[in-house]
């Protein structure tokens, strides 16, 4: 089960998200420069409970060492794996989360989101020698907050069947709430100091999210906020868009809306669409062809419903003009 993005468009670029995957990429190319010192490097940026639970051991470390390691463990990662699976969960709530909170309001979101959980590992971990590493307790702050924010948004979900592709749309609160449920129980079968990954470190930031948004919401916005709001508006729709048709029992077509922005609308474009039909899943390319309006039909000849072995009914799709 592979999540490919949510369906809530942000109405910005993800400027600071993205700077986020940036580093934690840059960091990782680091990494992967120390060789046989990864060892080492990890002890000494990532987060060990041991470091501040044993005095022998904190002596070798100096104040400001200490300090950094609550920031430096969240940008760490152990493989390219681990990299990829943190960064894309982050791409796919990210930008919805920097969207509503403004982008230096998200900011100082996600550090004090991977501070706390950073302190809910040490707290329950607090004789550990394994370096604590990875941008996810942050991550998982943000899916806190998105929990909140759009519970009702659907994530769009890859399903391969064998050597088939499957979408499916799971209702966004099912998806997270079944993830965090996951976390809880992995967190109370591991014993205590025990190794691995830092289960706490993911619920502490969950529900360390799910508080800060209520907070932050409360914040003004800065005038900078609404600068940065209008400069790094989009000018596009998402490529891909999952359309729910409709049609009544006896007529053979579908009818289903596609949203373009005035951008797209004026240009033309090129959309992947996916058509939910039963137990049917199709993704196929649509041409928006420039000049369309607002209420422009687009006829699909041949995507709508069997009607016989040799025959199927059409596919309209109306245009939206999102403003």
């Not at 390219?80 to 943190?86: E, M, T, V």
């Not at 993830?179 to 691995?196: E, H, I, K, N, Y």
């Not at 928006?288 to 040799?310: A, F, H, Q, W, Y």
Request: proline share 6%; with cysteine; net charge positive.
């Amino acid at each position: 089960m592979i999540p490919i993005r949510d369906t809530i468009r942000s109405r910005n670029y993800p400027v600071v998200n993205s700077l986020i995957i940036g580093a934690n990429v840059f960091v990782y190319l680091i990494e992967l420069a120390h060789g046989p010192d990864l060892r080492r490097f990890f002890v000494t940026y990532g987060l060990v409970p041991v470091r501040y639970s044993v005095p022998e051991i904190s002596a070798y470390f100096s104040p400001a060492q200490q300090v950094f390691s609550f920031f430096s463990f969240m940008f760490l990662h152990g493989g390219f794996w681990h990299l990829l699976g943190n960064m894309w969960s982050l791409y796919i709530f990210g930008d919805n989360v920097e969207d509503r909170l403004g982008p230096f309001r998200y900011l100082l979101f996600y550090v004090l989101c991977g501070l706390v959980s950073g302190l809910s590992h040490l707290m329950l971990n607090w004789h550990s020698q394994v370096p604590t590493i990875g941008a996810s307790g942050a991550i998982a702050g943000v899916m806190g907050a998105y929990f909140i924010l759009y519970p009702g948004a659907k994530v769009l979900t890859l399903i391969p069947v064998f050597f088939f592709p499957l979408f499916f749309e799971i209702p966004a609160y099912i998806f997270l709430g079944l993830w965090f449920l996951l976390q809880f129980l992995s967190a109370a079968g591991t014993p205590s100091q025990g190794g691995g990954v830092a289960w706490w470190a993911h619920i502490g930031g969950f529900l360390a999210g799910m508080l800060f948004l209520k907070l932050f919401l409360k914040l003004p916005e800065l005038g900078l906020t609404q600068t940065m709001r209008r400069s790094t508006e989009k000018k596009k729709t998402h490529r891909l868009q999952v359309i729910h048709t409709s049609s009544p029992v006896d007529d053979p077509h579908l009818y289903g809306t596609l949203t373009v922005t005035p951008l797209e609308a004026q240009v033309g474009s090129r959309k992947l669409v996916n058509i939910p039909w039963g137990f049917q899943k199709r993704i196929f390319a649509v041409t928006i062809p420039p000049g369309v309006r607002d209420g422009t039909s687009l006829r699909l000849e041949g995507m709508g419903k069997r009607i016989n072995d040799l025959r199927r009914g059409d596919l309209y799709l109306k245009i939206k003009v999102e403003n």
